[in-house]
Nanobody, 124 residues
Framework: QVQLVESGGGLVQAGGSLRLSCAASGRTFSNDRVAWFRQAPRKEREFVAAIAWNGAITVNADSVGRFTISRDNAKNTVYLQMNSLKPEDTAIYYC??????????????????WGQGTQVTVSS
C-alpha cells in the first residue's frame, strides 16, 4: 500500500520560509515523478512544482525563484523549500506521485497517489 505523508507546514510571517517534506512508503521516489500541489480556500487545486525520476524539475511560474523542490533518495523523501512567502501562498499543500511518465507534469488527474496535505498559512 502506497502512503505519502506531508509535514512541515505551519504559520509564518510574510517574507519567511518553510520547508515541506513528503515521505513515501510502498513506493520508491527515485523511480517516480513527485509533485507538489496546493489548494487555497474556494480555489482549485493547482500545480506548484515537480521533480522527475531523472531529476528534471518543473516549477510553477509564480514560484520560480522562491520555491525549490529536491529529493533525498536515501530517505525516499521529497522536499519543497519555500522562501519569500506571501499571504497568497496560504493553502493546503499536497504531494502527489504515481503519474505515468508520459502524462503532463501539471495535470492533477495524472497522479495516482496523494498525501493528506499540510496547512501553510502566511500572515501579512
Amino acid at each position: 500500500q502506497v502512503q505519502l505523508v506531508e509535514s512541515g507546514g505551519g504559520l509564518v510571517q510574510a517574507g519567511g520560509s518553510l520547508r515541506l517534506s513528503c515521505a513515501a512508503s510502498g513506493r520508491t521516489f527515485s523511480n517516480d515523478r513527485v509533485a507538489w500541489f496546493r489548494q487555497a480556500p474556494r480555489k482549485e487545486r493547482e500545480f506548484v512544482a515537480a521533480i522527475a525520476w531523472n531529476g528534471a524539475i518543473t516549477v510553477n511560474a509564480d514560484s520560480v525563484g522562491r520555491f525549490t523542490i529536491s529529493r533525498d533518495n536515501a530517505k525516499n523523501t521529497v522536499y519543497l523549500q519555500m522562501n519569500s512567502l506571501k499571504p497568497e501562498d496560504t493553502a493546503i499543500y499536497y504531494c502527489a506521485a504515481g503519474a505515468d511518465r508520459s502524462a503532463p507534469v501539471r495535470l492533477r488527474g495524472a497522479y495516482a497517489y496523494w498525501g493528506q496535505g499540510t496547512q501553510v498559512t502566511v500572515s501579512s
